[in-house]
């Protein structure tokens, strides 16, 4: 099964698309089971590999990267609408 979602880190909540993954489509991550698009994912933007809690941190290359500003489903798109970065 080829994968079409990249896990960078295992501390990571998220993963970045490979390819346009449309809502319903099963998403395939490079680590961890297969799941379905909760929507549509652009190619190169982030999908939720778990659910995150508004105000929960987003974690990206084993990092907080941002805090989510609403519940986001797994995989649900992460990108600037419900992703809120904030500055030390």
């Keep these: 099964m080829l994968h079409n979602v990249v896990h960078i880190s295992p501390e990571d909540n998220v993963g970045v698309a490979l390819v346009n993954i449309a809502k319903g489509e099963e998403i395939r991550p490079s680590s961890g089971p297969a799941f379905r698009a909760a929507e549509d994912i652009p190619y190169s933007h ?7 809690r508004a ?3 987003v ?3 084993g990092e907080e990267i941002g805090y989510a500003r609403t519940d986001i489903l797994k995989g649900g798109w992460v990108h600037t609408h ?4 904030r500055e030390e």
């Design 59 to 61: 974690r990206k290359y």
């Design 46 to 52: 982030k999908v939720a590999l778990e659910d995150i």
């Design 82 to 85: 419900n992703l809120e970065i």
């Design 55 to 57: 105000g929960g941190p």
